[in-house]
């Protein structure tokens, strides 16, 4: 089982980032984001079903994110746009099985290795 996040880099305030998470081995029930600024817990970001039907999203971020998942791919798309230095901070995916969309990071039993966004102002 391996789950696999990547994009991430440098852009400018106001611009857009497409990270991807590539699963493999096994299907999840639910595979959400978090970020990690440095020195600061893990947050939740976003989170979506397999089947793509439900999604859950932080308050701090509705409008500018936005998750996806395509078909019958194994790759869950996190949408970045209006980037803000404060979103600097290394992104993970995460899965779980289940049914609840926790928003807790202690949750979700599988991660990635993250990827770091920076934002300049």
């Known amino acids: 089982v391996q789950l696999q996040a990547s994009g991430g880099g440098l852009v400018q305030t106001g611009g857009s980032m497409r990270l991807s998470c590539t699963v493999s081995?096994?299907?999840?029930?639910?595979v959400a984001w978090f970020c990690q600024a440095q020195g600061d817990a893990h947050a939740f970001v976003v989170a979506?079903?397999?089947?793509?039907?439900?999604?859950g999203i932080a308050d701090s971020v509705k409008g500018s994110f936005t998750v996806s998942r395509h078909g019958a791919e194994n790759k869950v798309w996190l949408q970045m746009n209006s980037l803000k230095p404060g979103h600097k901070a290394i992104h993970y995916c995460?899965?779980?099985?289940?049914?609840?969309?926790?928003?807790?990071?202690?949750?979700?039993?599988?991660w990635g290795k993250g990827t770091l966004v920076t934002v300049s102002s």
């Open positions: 995460a899965a779980r099985d289940g049914s609840i969309m926790d928003t807790n990071s202690d949750e979700y039993m599988y």
């Open positions: 081995g096994r299907a999840f029930s639910i």
């Open positions: 979506l079903t397999w089947n793509g039907r439900r999604r």
